[in-house]
């Protein structure tokens, strides 16, 4: 193999830090950067900021109305298609047959480019963050990476009591084990690399739909 | 990084520069461009309720994690490879290109589609993987617009803050023969079309890193336009290629780097997608890479690491310091002739490669420390800056004239009789040479530093003795009373 190896890379660094004081103590204050209080009303701040970042968030007060506004979205979005992963979407039959019925042909999640076809991806998310209004989603199981990315119009399903205040409280409140991905996901897809000038869904989703239950 | 990507030579910072200002088109896209988002930048921190106090706590973790970096890489090498990913060392750029070529053909792979990354751009990747014949594609919409053109991105953060959207439009109708159109909407949806087959069929994945968590063996990118997730999504064999410095050594360090990073270098709350990458796909994944690698790079950053420029080693690449910067704003990335241009490129650059190629870089600097008001983790740049002069006058790199003339300052500032004496002789002089109060020229060392600048001729009565008359004056006011 070409390049180095690890013990004359690693002697580099040692010979550069050699003689060098040293703090081990790492900064624990990391509490200065909270910006959210685990008090507050973080059903509020999620709704605002994550309006602010342009997502379309939708409350509704449990899963069958849930699954009765996924339906409706999938109508304003004039979906025919729609990809729903077989693991991580809450109520997960009935979104499908709520789909279904209103002829939404369903794309087989095995298929690797079922994402790609797709007008619509349903997902649920791991954990949302009220300070940036990002939502949480993990790779794994029967998740789809591609189904919240590849696909115009992403719709999340996002439970009241998934939501935690701070980016803090988010890498706080995690499993030993990470996920091969994670993703935050704050916004829509967008890129402003022209002039400045601001324009949705340059390779992800152009629209956002957050339905809130709870 | 090579010279060899910048124009050949010499760099000719000064003629780039004064084309540079002379060209209206680029001075007004690029005044806009940073505006918006030193004004982006400046609107949003509030919101961290004190700033400086999280700016500081980010340069603390980051000065830990590197004095600490040896036992940091340790593990984060041990956690990488604990999760099935391969971890591979480069001392330098050629090294670093060398071991991804060999990982792509081993790979089989045809098409490579890549994340943005600076130091991709450092090492100049993409021309060893062509000449090794894999088409390579770069997939956020500025780089894929740099691509296109053959240019070097002239900002960190948006590449082609150079470019007017009439350049992109004659650009994509000459390469991609489309209808010309200047609209950047229809512009983006041309490059996404493109692009959307390309992350569909593509066999490897090439991502940087913006951080990299030790204790879990974890990369993190951040991107607004998703290329960076499906880089590293759907190709099977992903390639992230990352600085040494890129450590943060626990998950709870990251957010304080989230919360300054899409602050900084756009004014945006947090940026769209941040990806955390922890190994190949698991057992039982539908998706993810198959094959995850990641390239640790040295590439002269261990020289920086035990020197006086360490702190320049908490870069996040954010970009604030450009945006903030008076001649970053006037002269655009270009002119530096080097990847990483503006303020904290005038002190890496020349760390990086040679002193003496650069040496113009230290000098393209007023010192108005705007860079390190904006800095999020508190980079002392224009000390930084001093440092450099002082090493390049060390090794003699300074005329014999400018040497005399601060020999000479030094003399007249050490008495007071040799100062005012010196002063006067300054006036005359400038008085002989002026020409409406103003000298324009100047010979010798003088006519370089007057060739940009003008310089007011020094007041008939100094400010010495007008300080001395309205002190009296005052008093006399005062009928002599203290107060």
């Known amino acids: 193999m070409p390049g ?12 550069a830090l050699a003689g060098r004081p040293r703090r081990t103590e790492l900064p624990a204050d990391v509490e200065v950067a909270r910006v959210v209080s685990r008090n507050g009303d973080l059903v509020g701040l999620f709704i605002e900021r994550a309006t602010q970042a342009g997502m379309k968030v939708h409350r509704v007060a449990d899963q069958a109305a849930m699954v009765g506004k996924i339906g409706e979205l999938a109508g304003v979005q004039n979906a025919a298609s729609a990809l729903v992963p077989v693991e991580g979407v809450p109520s997960r039959e009935a979104v499908v047959a709520e789909l279904q019925r209103r002829g939404v042909r369903l794309l087989d999640p095995d298929d690797r480019d079922a994402a790609f076809q797709a007008d619509i991806g349903v997902t649920g998310v791991e954990r949302a963050v009220a300070e940036t209004a990002s939502l949480s989603l993990v790779s794994g199981g029967g998740r789809r990476r591609l189904a919240s990315l590849a696909v115009p119009c992403h719709i999340a399903v996002v439970l009241a009591s998934q939501i935690v205040a701070d980016l803090i409280d988010w890498a706080g409140c995690r499993p030993s084990e990470m996920p091969a991905n994670e993703v935050l996901v704050s916004s829509h897809s967008k890129t402003a690399d022209i002039e400045m000038v601001l324009v949705p869904g340059i390779h992800g989703p152009g629209t956002l739909h957050v339905v809130l239950v709870g | 990084m090579s010279k060899a990507g910048h124009g050949a030579g010499v760099p000719d910072f000064k003629h780039q ?7 209206r088109r680029l001075q007004e896209i690029f005044d806009r461009a940073t505006r918006q988002k030193d004004d982006g930048r400046r609107a949003i921190l509030p919101e961290l309720g004190d700033p400086l106090a999280v700016r500081e706590l980010a340069a603390r973790i980051k000065d830990h994690t590197l004095e600490n970096l040896d036992r940091y890489l340790e593990q984060f090498v041990g956690q990488v490879r604990g999760r099935g990913g391969q971890v591979h060392f480069a001392a330098d750029g050629d090294q670093a290109k060398a071991v991804i070529v060999d990982i792509a053909r081993r790979a089989s792979a045809k098409l490579i589609v890549k994340s943005k ?4 751009e450092e090492i100049e990747l993409n021309h060893d993987l062509e000449a090794a014949g894999f088409e390579v594609l770069e997939t956020d919409l500025g780089e894929y617009i740099l691509q296109l053109a053959g240019e070097k991105p002239s900002h960190i953060v948006t590449p082609v803050a150079h470019k007017s959207r009439e350049d992109v439009g004659r650009l994509f109708a000459e390469k991609l023969g489309i209808e010309y159109t200047s609209d950047p909407p229809a512009l983006t949806m041309v490059a996404r079309r493109v692009l959307r087959e390309k992350f569909r069929t593509a066999d490897l994945g090439i991502i940087g890193a913006n951080f990299a968590v030790a204790e879990t063996g974890t990369v ?23 600085g040494l410095e890129k450590l943060l050594p626990r998950m709870a360090d990251l957010p304080v780097f989230l919360k300054l990073l899409g602050k900084s270098a756009t004014g945006q709350r947090i940026t769209c997608y941040t990806s955390l990458i922890t190994g190949p796909k698991r057992a039982g994944d539908f998706d993810g890479p198959e094959e995850f690698h990641v390239v640790l790079m040295d590439n002269r950053r261990s020289a920086v690491l035990g020197s006086d420029y360490m702190p320049t080693l908490r870069c996040i690449r954010c ?25 904290i490129g005038k002190v890496i650059t020349p760390l990086l490669n040679s ?5 113009h870089l230290p000098q393209a600097s007023s010192l108005c420390g705007a860079c390190l008001d904006a800095c999020p983790v508190r980079i002392d740049i224009p000390t930084h800056l001093i440092h450099l002069r002082q090493e390049l006058v060390r090794r003699g790199r300074s005329p014999l004239t400018f040497r005399l003339g601060f020999k000479g300052w030094r003399l ?3 008495s007071r009789w040799l100062y005012r004496w010196g002063a006067m002789q300054a006036r005359w002089f400038m008085w002989l040479i002026s020409r409406n109060g103003w000298c324009r020229w100047m010979p010798s060392t003088g006519g370089v530093w007057t060739q940009y600048r003008d310089l007011p001729v020094m007041p008939a009565r100094p400010f010495r003795v007008r300080w001395a008359a309205l002190q009296k ?7 002599g009373d203290a107060r």
Do not use: W
Not at chain 1, 4 to 15: H, K
Not at chain 2, 355 to 359: C, G, I, N, S
Not at chain 2, 473 to 479: H, I, R, T, V, W
């Open chain 2, 412 to 414: 007249g500032m050490s």
């Open chain 2, 117 to 120: 990354s600076m130091v991709s």
């Open chain 2, 319 to 343: 970009g604030a310091c450009l945006n903030a910067c008076p001649v970053y704003r006037k002269i655009g990335g270009h002119a530096y002739e080097a990847t990483y241009p503006g303020p």
């Open chain 2, 473 to 479: 004056e005052l008093e006399s006011e005062d009928g």
């Open chain 2, 17 to 23: 520069a004064a084309a540079a200002v002379a060209n």
């Open chain 2, 355 to 359: 002193l003496e190629v650069y040496e």
């Open chain 1, 4 to 15: 180095e190896t690890e013990q004359a890379f690693l002697a580099r660094i040692r010979s």
């Open chain 2, 220 to 242: 993190c990118i951040v991107t607004n336009e998703g290329n960076g997730r499906y880089c590293s999504s759907r190709p099977r064999v992903l390639i992230c290629l990352m």
